[in-house]
């Protein structure tokens, strides 16, 4: 063992990925940024129980699975941040860890990857669409062009390659995804946010660390942005309201937009049921120093115009308080990895 330089150096930033090219590529994005301002990055590789198994993700925990070994690894102390994509982040706040930047948002848009060129217009009635997603799934079922769907998994590149073996018609992702891959050539269509509203937190990254580390705190606020933090929080704000006991697939995307006197958070979102019972658009406009008043007033407005409907069925009110089943925290947030 060496000894210890008589002179502490710079800190050297241990930042824990994930092994899949998007993560790495996701990690580098921001390790790049901070190197550039002068700082020592170490990339430590965490593999997750997410990236292992193939089963469906309800079974092994939900999308959290690929958030919690990266959270493990900074309690422990074994790396000091992590880059998460916000969409696979739960809502409900890590103890001890902190939200400490969320960097300028990509496209927040999904697209379609369909065979032979096509856009979803083109698609024959009866073509399948390979989502594991319920939001994908509801929203395109709105459209009512016939669509059949089928529920895969994995990570990006291995979806596209169902479209080219033939297995499926066509798959959604997120464009953020594919461009962080250097895809996005592929997509035959870029979904409007009109038809298609993204995951909460789609195309953004959360870059976590302890909520006690201070010192890198104040550096990671560096490559935080205050516009794409509010839209986030408004949105996640929303997520949190509705999975109070409902589990429907939801979409919903807040911009920031010039209003009459400043910036505003206009803020829409889609909530369905999986089998095209309900279809609920709803939208709000707020200050956007407020993001999270924004998201509970929209939450409310969503549950008074029906989306309570979706709701679990209450238990009996003279039994035992139940507890809510235990994928209902992740249930409603994209599950297509
Ligand atoms: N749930 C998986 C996941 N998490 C983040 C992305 C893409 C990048 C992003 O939305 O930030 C994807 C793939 C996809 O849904 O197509």
């Not at 292992?52 to 939900?62: H, K, R, V, W």
């Amino acid at each position: 063992m060496s000894p210890q330089p008589m002179t502490a150096g710079p800190r050297t930033l241990r930042l824990g990925t994930r092994r899949s090219r998007l993560a790495t590529t996701q990690s580098g994005h921001v390790a790049d940024a901070l190197q550039a301002l002068g700082h020592e990055i170490e990339l430590v590789e965490i593999v997750t129980e997410g990236d292992i198994s193939t089963a469906p993700l309800e079974q092994i925990g939900g999308t959290g699975v690929f958030a919690s070994a990266l959270r493990m690894a900074l309690h422990n102390s074994d790396i000091d941040f992590a880059v998460h994509s916000l969409k696979d982040l739960p809502t409900t706040p890590e103890p001890g860890l902190i939200v400490a930047a969320t960097p300028r948002r990509e496209d927040v848009r999904d697209v379609v990857i369909a065979r032979d060129g096509l856009t979803l217009g083109e698609l024959p009635p009866g073509s399948v669409v390979g989502t594991g997603s319920p939001r994908r799934e509801a929203q395109l079922r709105a459209l009512g062009l016939g669509l059949e769907f089928t529920g895969i998994r994995g990570n990006v590149e291995t979806r596209i390659a169902r479209v080219t073996a033939g297995d499926v018609d066509a798959i959604i992702l997120a464009r953020a995804g594919l461009a962080r891959l250097g895809l996005t050539h592929l997509a035959t269509e870029v979904l409007d946010p009109i038809q298609m509203l993204p995951a909460a937190g789609q195309g953004a990254l959360a870059v976590e660390c302890r909520a006690d580390d201070a010192e890198l705190i104040a550096l990671l606020a560096a490559v935080d942005d205050a516009d794409t933090r509010a839209c986030i929080t408004a949105e996640r704000t929303v997520l949190r309201e509705l999975e109070a006991g409902c589990t429907a697939p939801i979409g919903v995307l807040g911009e920031i937009v010039e209003g009459f006197d400043g910036p505003e958070l206009s803020l829409r979102a889609f909530v369905g049921t999986r089998a095209g019972a309900l279809e609920l658009r709803r939208s709000m406009v707020g200050a956007a120093d407020d993001p999270e008043g924004v998201g509970i007033r929209l939450a409310r407005l969503l549950l008074e115009d029906g989306a309570a409907q979706a709701r679990e069925p209450r238990p009996p009110t003279d039994g035992p308080p139940s507890t809510p089943p235990p994928t209902s925290v992740t249930a409603s947030m994209e599950s297509d990895q």
